[in-house]
């Protein structure tokens, strides 16, 4: 492809450039997709990187895309400034408002920053069949990019319980990685 001397100046893209999109480019059918959509696209990405490259490296890439996201969403969706609890409801607010899940806090070890929560009506996987493993990567990487900007400290975030391991609501066992 040859230069275009209008982009000789651009930046890098990243994914705050992607999600600077125009609402005037939906003008019909606006911001909304079925969720169906949406695991069109993760999953056929979750087979295609399993088959290049295997299973570990498909659950880095997607915990990884989802760290990157958290992040994203954290510093433009979320006030940091506020205490735990205010963060944490309006964390779950956020969330509900825009169809990634409902958010439960479990339980929090403020010392440890250890932290226990689910989230019903998963995007990623609520109402699959039992597959014997958990799906929500992205959603590990996700819940770690949240909890790492708020607090300062690096979080990593494992799914325990999974509807697609049989469970009614995704389970993570969140805790700083030091």
Not at 65 to 83: C, M, Q, T
Request: glycine letters at 8%; a negative charge; one cysteine or more.
């Amino acid at each position: 492809m040859e230069d275009n001397i209008f982009l000789k100046e651009q930046k890098p893209i990243t994914l705050d450039t992607y999600l600077q999109y125009s609402k005037d480019g939906r003008e019909n059918l606006g911001d909304q997709l079925p969720v169906f959509v949406y695991r069109m696209l993760e999953f056929s990405l979750k087979e295609e990187l399993r088959q290049r490259f295997g299973k570990d490296t498909q659950i880095e890439v997607f915990r990884s895309a989802g760290r990157k996201a958290g992040d994203y969403f954290a510093r433009n969706f979320l006030n940091l400034e506020l205490p735990m609890d205010e963060f944490v409801n309006e964390l779950q607010t956020k969330m509900q408002e825009l169809g990634i899940g409902v958010l439960r806090i479990e339980d929090i070890d403020e010392e440890s920053g250890r932290i226990i929560l689910t989230v019903a009506e998963d995007a990623d996987c609520s109402g699959l069949p039992i597959l014997g493993e958990t799906v929500c990567n992205y959603d590990e990487g996700f819940i770690a990019g949240i909890l790492s900007l708020y607090s300062g400290r690096p979080y990593q975030a494992i799914e325990v319980d999974c509807w697609a391991t049989g469970g009614r609501s995704c389970r993570f066992d969140a805790h700083v990685n030091e």
